[in-house]
C-alpha cells in the first residue's frame, strides 16, 4: 500500500516494512511500544491494513499464547488491543484467525 509492504516473521515476533520506492526496511518487535491494556506476547498471524479512516491501522491477529486477540498498530508505531481472550480463560492457547470490515 502506497510502495509500502508489511509482513511478519512469527518466530522471532518481528514486523517487516520494506519502503519499496527507497528500496529501504525497517523493523520491530511486534508490540514494542504499547499503549493501554493488553499484550501482544504471541506469534503475529495476520496482517490487515485499513483504508477505513485516516489513521491507517494495521491490524494484526495473534496466534497462541495466555489472552489471543486482536491488536492494531498506528502511524506512530504504538500497539493497542482492540479484542482479546480472557487471561487463562477458555481461549488459552487457541489463536485469532482473521479479521473482517
Not at 22 to 42: H, I, K, L, P
Not at 63 to 92: F, I
Amino acid at each position: 500500500h502506497n510502495s509500502t509492504l508489511y509482513f511478519v516473521a512469527k518466530v522471532t515476533r518481528t514486523l517487516f516494512i520494506l519502503d519499496l520506492n527507497d528500496m529501504t526496511y525497517t523493523s520491530e518487535r511486534t508490540g514494542s511500544s504499547w499503549v493501554g491494556q493488553g499484550a501482544f506476547n504471541s506469534q503475529p498471524d495476520q496482517i490487515i491494513e485499513s483504508d477505513l479512516d485516516k489513521r491507517k491501522y494495521i491490524y494484526f491477529t495473534e496466534d497462541g499464547g495466555n489472552a489471543p486477540g486482536v491488536h492494531v498498530r498506528d502511524r506512530e508505531g504504538n500497539y493497542y488491543t482492540m479484542v482479546r481472550g480472557v487471561p487463562g480463560g477458555r481461549y488459552s492457547g487457541d489463536e485469532t484467525v482473521g479479521i473482517a470490515f
